[in-house]
């Protein structure tokens, strides 16, 4: 199938929108075009600030879809309440595990040339990471922190000679075991919105 991406509010194209099931991934060019592939009947899409949606091919009735967004533009944002930056040392050890767990990651890694993307990698995949940092009392840190098993891979380019392209390493990524946090209770945050979408969050 073949179909456009559109915001429904302002009703441009969005660029990047994941189109995907459990057989096929694709997501949308700068025009907001895709073209997807499936024996399946079901097709999501998801973009990070906009509602998540899922259909039946078979049920679509034209070749535009609609996206809303789910984020809410604000204001300037003070925050007042001291307590919370108590609450994030008290939580340190739930929202930054010390301890081995397990997810799943998405990675994608691109080259734009003139404001048009010349080359795509994505991978996908099972993480296991012994924790996420560094232990907080005594800077313990594993040798190998992570093992990680590569589910999907999908590779796309324009050939140019005069561009060279070398996927980052995963060490780049998930080779976060050197980091330790220490917050204090003198910590401070800021949070300004400067329009256009950027919102600056400074910590001192």
């Known amino acids: 199938m073949r179909a456009i991406v559109l915001d429904a509010e302002t009703k441009k194209p969005l660029e990047f929108v994941d189109v995907y099931n459990d057989q096929n991934y694709t997501s949308t060019n700068s025009d907001g075009h895709f073209a997807f592939t499936t024996h399946r009947d079901m097709i999501k899409f998801n973009r990070l600030g906009y509602e998540p949606k899922s259909f039946s091919i078979?049920?679509?009735k034209n070749d535009t879809i609609y996206l809303k967004q789910s984020a809410e533009n604000l204001d300037e944002v003070h925050l007042l309440d001291q307590?919370?930056?108590?609450?994030?040392?008290?939580?340190?050890?739930?929202?930054?595990s010390i301890r081995p767990y397990k997810e799943r990651f998405f990675l994608r890694a691109m080259v734009a040339k003139d404001g048009n993307i010349t080359k795509l990698v994505d991978v996908n995949g099972k993480l296991e990471r012994q924790r996420l940092l560094g232990d907080l009392k005594n800077n313990a840190r594993p040798?190998?922190?992570?093992?990680l098993e590569i589910e999907n891979l999908r590779k796309a380019e324009i050939r140019e000679d005069d561009i060279e392209f070398i996927f980052p390493s995963f060490e780049t990524y998930f080779?976060?075991?050197?980091?330790?946090?220490?917050?204090?209770?003198?910590?401070?945050?800021?949070?300004?919105?400067?329009?256009?979408?950027?919102?600056k969050l400074q910590v001192k």
Not at 143 to 147: E, G
Request: glycine residues 4%; without cysteine; charged residues 30%.
């Open 58 to 60: 078979s049920a679509l």
């Open 83 to 96: 307590d919370i930056y108590k609450k994030m040392i008290d939580h340190l050890d739930d929202n930054y």
């Open 143 to 147: 040798k190998k922190n992570y093992t």
């Open 175 to 199: 080779d976060l075991s050197t980091l330790v946090i220490s917050l204090a209770d003198s910590t401070k945050a800021e949070l300004k919105n400067y329009g256009d979408g950027l919102v």
